[in-house]
């Protein structure tokens, strides 16, 4: 079997979206398959990308750079203007909506921008690259007719994976088996964009039309799907639609040195947080109503980009002999500071429906307890409770009041193997297993084999 797998993103170590196509590189591999992988080039150094050398190829786009004070003015735009004036709900919330001097076509023109733009950037650090599409899908197509590749792989966000999918599905037809993987729970979003944006529309219409499997990460964003078809008189079965979970891998163990764990409860959360969607104060709430005896014996580390934030947070609350925050690390570093930590703090939207982070699935390699803070999302709950060792609260006052009751309990019991099992259940290391990425690639694979064989027989 070979297979080729697209994604702008996929070696950078310190990207999280990066472990789903490099989990699937490694199982598909390790089952035998010869993978192709089409990627960006990276300005990451060798030692943060992950070691890709039982790729048959990697290949990279054709991109021209781009310096990094062009790629921040158009950052700017698209995060200080179009989000905050495109969708209802976040236009009523402006300051002066009457007085709105950027015209609504311009500003949906620029939200299409952001996501159909050949512009990216792998590090927030660096420059960007301006990816040549036509160019590159010329390439990739001469590329996948000389190897004779018979699969292909393509993982969304961004968009432009789907877009040179949908050209060699177009160029080969049933030469190529193509899978539409969609990694990020989108399509509540294509629901209002496609109604400014014809061309997204169309993109999203002819993938779900063209690809042979599609692929997403739950099966609420599948449900989410299958309505945007119905309301689209799009004549697919719901067969086409394949739930693949994130997962994880077994991670090398860290090379950094151990970090040293400062007070008997730790608690970490290491990874990018969404103001205004997911939210910290309920923990940070908690530890207000602890005793200044009980905060003494707690620790809480943020490492992320948003550590400038985070920090004004710890001072608004009056934290700073409690919480720390840090800014991004590499993934060693991360892994050591999980590592140390007795417990590991998740955040979801009251809105979240199927989401499955990849942050969650590299919590649950660690092996240590789970704090999650909100409780709407009923796939999630349902899983997690699954697989055990996972404490999920509320959102708001009610969560903070359950999160300082569980801090007091672990502290009173000496955070004891049998206390923690107590807080947060018995963690079920079978069903933990089945978010392997070996695990995974296997269920993926059967699907491929099962299809190619149906259509061998036909």
């Not at 199982?27 to 035998?32: F, R, T, Y």
């Not at 080039?41 to 060798?46: D, E, G, I, L």
């Not at 989000?83 to 402006?94: G, I, Q, T, V």
């Not at 206390?419 to 059967?446: P, Q, T």
């Amino acid at each position: 079997m070979k297979i080729a797998i697209l994604s702008f993103y996929g070696r950078q170590k310190r990207i999280i979206s990066s472990n789903r196509i490099y989990g699937l590189l490694q199982g598909l591999s390790k089952l035998g398959a010869m993978v192709y992988f089409f990627t960006a080039p990276t300005s990451f150094p060798p030692d943060e990308c992950f070691d890709l050398s039982f790729c048959e190829d990697v290949i990279e786009f054709s991109v021209l750079s781009v310096p990094k004070w062009i790629y921040e003015i158009g950052r700017g735009i698209f995060q200080g203007v179009a989000p905050f004036k495109l969708f209802p709900e976040s236009w009523a919330k402006s300051s002066n909506p009457e007085k709105d001097v950027w015209p609504r076509s311009l500003v949906s023109g620029l939200w299409y921008w952001r996501y159909s733009s050949p512009i990216f950037r792998d590090n927030v650090e660096g420059e960007g690259f301006f990816v040549l599409k036509q160019r590159t899908a010329y390439r990739l197509l001469r590329y996948v007719l000389r190897n004779e590749v018979r699969i292909l792989f393509t993982s969304h966000n961004p968009p432009i994976s789907h877009e040179l999918g949908l050209f060699l599905k177009r160029k080969l037809g049933s030469r190529l088996y193509w899978i539409a993987d969609f990694r990020d729970p989108l399509i509540d979003e294509y629901i209002y964009i496609t109604s400014l944006s014809p061309r997204l529309a169309r993109l999203q219409r002819a993938t779900f039309l063209f690809a042979d499997l599609v692929t997403m990460v739950s099966h609420s964003m599948i449900e989410d799907a299958l309505d945007f078809v119905q309301r689209m008189g799009l004549n697919i079965e719901e067969n086409k639609f394949f739930c693949l979970y994130n997962g994880f891998f077994d991670f090398p163990k860290p090379v950094s040195e151990k970090i040293t764990k400062e007070r008997p409860l730790m608690i970490s959360y290491t990874g990018t947080i969404f103001p205004g969607k997911r939210d910290i104060s309920a923990l940070l709430n908690a530890f207000s109503v602890l005793s200044e005896e009980e905060r003494n014996e707690i620790g809480f580390t943020y490492v992320g980009p948003q550590s400038g934030l985070i920090a004004s947070l710890i001072d608004r609350f009056g934290l700073r002999s409690v919480c720390q925050a840090i800014r991004t690390v590499d993934k060693e570093t991360a892994l050591s500071i999980q590592g140390a930590s007795d417990i590991l703090l998740l955040l979801k939207s009251d809105t979240d429906r199927g989401v499955f982070t990849g942050k969650f699935f590299e919590y649950l390699f660690s092996g240590k307890p789970i704090l999650v803070v909100g409780d709407r999302d009923e796939e999630f709950n349902n899983v997690a409770f699954q697989i055990g060792g996972i404490r999920i609260v509320p959102n708001g006052l009610e969560g903070s009041k359950q999160i300082a009751e569980i801090l007091r309990t672990l502290l009173r019991g000496s955070g004891t193997p049998e206390v923690v099992r107590a807080v947060f259940g018995e963690r079920k290391e079978e069903k933990v297993r089945r978010f392997h990425w070996s695990y995974l690639s296997k269920s993926l694979y059967d699907r491929i084999a099962q299809d190619l064989g149906l259509v061998m027989e036909d």
